[in-house]
């Protein structure tokens, strides 16, 4: 069974830039999460997916960062404009929804800002 | 709101010992806990999940135990290898949420 894939894996880009990031669920999970690591932290969500439907955005700063999830299978997120504080590895995670845990991650992209 | 502590933020033991790792939270209205492995420039690899009604989880050399009213969760790795060095992470379920700890660091020194 193929993983939680994502691109790019590295990203730099100076503040102000845009960028968007890729993520590919496992086949069938209908739960689909991005998570924002910043270095020596725990992963913090950013938005919850069920479907192509939102279930949990209230920790995204929605000035700057949007995602979606067309048709219920891959998502993208994009930063626009980009600060220095958002440095940090954004995570995917999918989920099956018989599942108890949070599910399976994704090797995540680590974005610089310069 | 759900706070997650993990202590200690890193940790370094010659290899062969037997170690703990401590996972504290604030709310015990919990569904679950999951312990995760982080290897570095990669994702999380679940470990172990203990549901809120168990008490402890076991995978080989691993052993995660769960005291609910106390807010606690640790983590016991036995004869531990060089291949166990990576941030290992918690996290628990409140409400429709995971939230997770800040990690330990673990060096297993050969």
């Known amino acids: 069974e193929a993983g939680v894939a994502q691109s790019p894996r590295y990203k730099i880009i100076e503040k102000r830039q845009s960028v968007a990031f890729w993520c590919n669920p496992i086949s069938g999970h209908a739960t689909l999460y991005w998570y924002q690591q910043i270095l020596g932290q725990g992963p913090k969500l950013l938005i919850q997916?069920?479907?192509?439907?939102?279930?949990?955005d209230s920790q995204l700063p929605k000035d700057r960062f949007s995602a979606e999830r067309l048709k219920g299978v891959d998502s993208t997120l994009k930063i626009q404009p980009a600060k220095l504080e958002d440095s940090a590895v954004y995570l995917c995670?999918?989920?099956?929804?018989?599942?108890?845990?949070?599910?399976?991650f994704g090797p995540g992209t680590r974005l610089t800002v310069l | 709101k759900q706070e997650v502590t993990q202590i200690p933020a890193a940790l370094s033991v010659p290899e062969g010992e037997n170690l703990v790792l401590n996972c504290s939270f604030t709310?015990?209205?919990?569904?679950?806990l999951q312990w995760f492995r982080q290897d570095p420039g990669k994702g999380l690899t679940s470990l172990l999940l203990i549901q809120s009604s168990q008490r402890e989880q076991t995978s080989g050399r691993l052993n995660a135990s769960l005291d609910k009213s106390s807010g606690r969760s640790t983590l016991y790795i036995a004869a531990s290898q060089p291949g166990d060095s990576a941030t290992y992470l918690c996290a628990v379920k409140s409400g429709n949420q995971f939230y997770f700890g800040t990690g330990t660091s673990l060096t297993v020194i050969p």
């Open positions: 997916f069920q479907n192509n439907g939102v279930v949990d």
């Open positions: 709310d015990s209205a919990i569904y679950n």
């Open positions: 995670a999918s989920r099956d929804l018989g599942l108890a845990g949070v599910g399976f």
